[in-house]
């Protein structure tokens, strides 16, 4: 099964390549770094290679999402990490062992499978298919010139993004960003994601633009907020999350995000950024995005496609370009088919669980001993630290998050710190 394409670099971006990427206004020249439908006929053709355990019946429908490497030196184009599904857990059934997975979204399932592949770099960075190089004068790992991450899905993200504004005029968010024409049939121009309630007289499927929101579902409401949501808090924080920001010189960002379906580019931009324009944010680090948005031709349809006579599968897959284990089926965010007796260990856990993905971060560490030292300059056994004490190691990226939760995502919903306080050998 074909895995890579070439990608067709117009003439003129390379007149003003800066830093190893694409400067902005070049690419707005241009059809896109890599064509839109191309993304989607390689993330299509990843999907169909996987088996058939986990996929969506013909009475069902799901989410694809995919995140996608390119090599501007190679002009290569792969899938790195791929997610589907479109369940979430309730907030009963949150677990403190880090062993359930809360949200099986497949832009959440993709994301996972992106932070094992980050791992697996940092591990193999000598390896000439790592897109990390390490770098002496930090101490820490870099994204090599010339790679970039780019998010595809045939969806668009759940909250937010989904709403399309039935008001004209000064809705443009940037200039030069064209008005979809929506098709007559495109019907699904609201949310199901609900409003996080300032108080009880709230009407949570209320649609207004711009907030933050639980994922939609019936049953026990869920504590995890919505794609839309997340997508935005990566677009300012990084993909990579807290634990792997330790490794890294800076964060990683996609560089383009890819759909297919009937997505609304105006929506999409709205809930990514363009909510949060007007917010100042003061960080060295860590910067708002307004990465480029491509929409696919709308003859390129997922075969699997939410529609009125179907149901979402209760099934998701993820898979990762790594050695063990790259692909698992998920149900009710545990390991499809673990047995009763492995159910509540770590052997039973996803590889993309959170007590799997610590798992990673201490391996990881544990093979960097100037990295360790720097965390943990006075513990002889950082084996033992919990998970809640390695992701406040990361300070920077946790002061970032703080601010943002002050200015920017006010509503954002709060776990109990016990669901972090797990170590490893509490397994
Ligand atoms: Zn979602």
Request: with cysteine.
């Given at each position: 099964?074909?895995?890579?394409?070439?990608?067709?670099?117009?003439?003129?971006?390379?007149?003003?390549?800066?830093?190893?990427?694409?400067?902005?206004?070049?690419?707005?020249?241009?059809?896109?770094?890599?064509?839109?439908?191309?993304?989607?006929?390689?993330?299509?053709?990843?999907?169909?290679?996987?088996?058939?355990?986990?996929?969506?019946?013909?009475?069902?429908?799901?989410?694809?999402?995919?995140?996608?490497?390119?090599?501007?030196?190679?002009?290569?184009?792969?899938?790195?990490?791929?997610?589907?599904?479109?369940?979430?857990?309730?907030?009963?059934?949150?677990?403190?062992?880090?062993?359930?997975?809360?949200?099986?979204?497949?832009?959440?399932?993709?994301?996972?499978?992106?932070?094992?592949?980050l791992y697996a770099s940092i591990r193999n960075y000598l390896s000439d298919g790592s897109p990390l190089a390490y770098n002496?004068?930090?101490?820490k790992y870099s994204i090599k010139?010339?790679i970039?991450?780019?998010?595809?899905?045939?969806?668009?993200?759940?909250?937010?993004?989904?709403?399309?504004?039935?008001?004209?005029?000064?809705?443009?968010?940037?200039?030069?960003?064209?008005?979809?024409?929506?098709?007559?049939?495109?019907?699904?121009?609201?949310?199901?994601?609900?409003?996080?309630?300032?108080?009880?007289?709230?009407?949570?499927?209320?649609?207004?633009?711009?907030?933050?929101?639980?994922?939609?579902?019936?049953?026990?409401?869920?504590?995890?907020?919505?794609?839309?949501?997340?997508?935005?808090?990566?677009?300012?924080?990084?993909?990579?999350?807290?634990?792997?920001?330790?490794f890294l010189?800076?964060?990683?960002?996609?560089?383009?995000?890819?759909?297919?379906?009937?997505?609304?580019?105006?929506?999409?931009?709205?809930?990514?950024?363009?909510?949060?324009?007007?917010?100042?944010?003061?960080?060295?680090?860590?910067?708002?995005?307004?990465?480029?948005?491509?929409?696919?031709?709308?003859?390129?349809?997922?075969?699997?496609?939410?529609?009125?006579?179907?149901?979402?599968?209760?099934?998701?897959?993820?898979?990762?370009?790594?050695?063990?284990?790259?692909?698992?089926?998920?149900?009710?965010?545990?390991?499809?088919?673990?047995?009763?007796?492995?159910?509540?260990?770590?052997?039973?856990?996803?590889?993309?669980?959170?007590?799997?993905?610590?798992?990673?971060?201490?391996?990881t560490?544990?093979s960097q001993?100037?990295?360790?030292?720097?965390?943990?300059?006075?513990?002889?056994?950082?084996?033992?630290?919990?998970?809640?004490?390695?992701?406040?190691?990361?300070?920077?990226?946790?002061?970032?998050?703080?601010?943002?939760?002050?200015?920017?995502?006010?509503?954002?919903?709060?776990?109990?710190?016990?669901?972090?306080?797990?170590?490893?050998?509490?397994?």
């Open positions: 099964m074909p895995e890579r394409i070439r990608i067709n670099i117009n003439r003129s971006c390379l007149v003003n390549k800066r830093n190893g990427h694409y400067c902005r206004s070049c690419m707005m020249e241009t059809t896109s770094f890599v064509p839109a439908d191309q993304i989607f006929k390689l993330c299509i053709e990843k999907f169909n290679s996987l088996p058939r355990t986990g996929k969506p019946t013909t009475n069902e429908w799901t989410v694809l999402s995919c995140i996608i490497q390119c090599d501007s030196n190679s002009k290569n184009a792969k899938v790195i990490s791929l997610g589907t599904g479109t369940k979430c857990i309730g907030s009963d059934q949150l677990c403190e062992k880090g062993l359930i997975l809360n949200d099986s979204h497949a832009e959440v399932m993709a994301r996972r499978g992106f932070l094992r592949y002496e004068q930090t101490g010139n010339g970039s991450f780019h998010f595809f899905s045939t969806h668009a993200p759940c909250g937010d993004a989904t709403i399309v504004s039935k008001s004209t005029g000064d809705e443009e968010i940037e200039p030069g960003t064209k008005k979809m024409k929506l098709s007559p049939e495109f019907t699904d121009n609201f949310t199901g994601a609900k409003l996080i309630a300032a108080n009880e007289n709230t009407d949570l499927m209320s649609q207004d633009e711009g907030a933050i929101r639980t994922k939609p579902g019936r049953g026990i409401r869920t504590l995890s907020v919505s794609c839309s949501d997340k997508l935005s808090r990566w677009n300012i924080l990084g993909i990579q999350g807290a634990l792997i920001n330790i010189d800076k964060p990683v960002y996609f560089e383009t995000l890819t759909f297919s379906g009937q997505v609304s580019e105006i929506s999409v931009k709205r809930a990514l950024y363009g909510r949060w324009r007007k917010v100042s944010f003061n960080s060295e680090r860590y910067k708002l995005q307004m990465p480029r948005i491509n929409i696919c031709s709308p003859d390129l349809k997922f075969e699997f496609e939410q529609t009125t006579e179907t149901d979402p599968s209760p099934a998701s897959i993820v898979w990762a370009d790594v050695q063990e284990k790259p692909l698992e089926v998920a149900v009710s965010g545990k390991r499809q088919g673990v047995t009763k007796s492995k159910r509540n260990t770590i052997s039973g856990a996803l590889r993309i669980s959170k007590v799997w993905l610590f798992h990673e971060f201490v391996s560490l544990s001993p100037s990295l360790q030292k720097s965390f943990y300059p006075n513990s002889d056994d950082f084996h033992k630290i919990t998970y809640k004490e390695a992701k406040f190691c990361s300070e920077e990226y946790q002061s970032a998050w703080n601010l943002l939760k002050t200015d920017y995502f006010q509503n954002w919903t709060k776990k109990s710190e016990k669901l972090l306080d797990f170590k490893l050998e509490d397994r």
